[in-house]
């Protein structure tokens, strides 16, 4: 499998679905495994997503805190209204930003991204506490 290079541009919800599906399967493996055997199911899910992680390094080069954020961004927007302004518009940082907010805080962010293409991360973040303080 080819290592992910911090310098290429890599489409999170592409990749992110990868991620998530090995993930998926890795604990399905594990715990199914587990339930066989006997043994703790929880201690499956751990071991599984100790696994998954160590995986993800060595097969695409990711951390783990990267590894856990294209599956929090995956998860948080497969399913937005927004996704394919988010997936058009944001990078995978600004997207880690904003999967704290609901489909119905992000409108307003993604109206200024779309008028606004160079809004950076700090931007976004200024313009989230400007919104929470109105």
Not at 4 to 11: A, E, H, L, T
Not at 21 to 46: D, N, W, Y
Not at 48 to 55: D, L
Request: glycine share 4%; aromatic share 8%; with cysteine.
């Amino acid at each position: 499998m080819k290592k992910v290079s911090r310098k290429q541009p890599v489409n999170v919800f592409a990749f992110g679905e990868t991620l998530v599906q090995c993930k998926e399967e890795l604990i399905r493996h594990m715990v199914g495994k587990a339930q066989l055997e006997g043994t703790s199911v929880v201690t499956a899910e751990r071991k599984a997503a100790s696994f998954f992680y160590k995986f993800a390094e060595q097969n695409w080069g990711l951390t783990q805190p990267i590894t856990a954020q294209y599956v929090r961004v995956y998860e948080r927007f497969v399913e937005s209204r927004h996704r394919a302004e988010m997936e058009a518009l944001f990078n995978a940082g600004e997207l880690t930003v904003l999967a704290a907010y609901s489909d119905d805080e992000l409108a307003e962010i993604v109206s200024a991204k779309a008028a606004n293409p160079s809004l950076t991360r700090e931007g976004i973040k200024q313009l989230l506490k400007t919104r929470q303080a109105a």
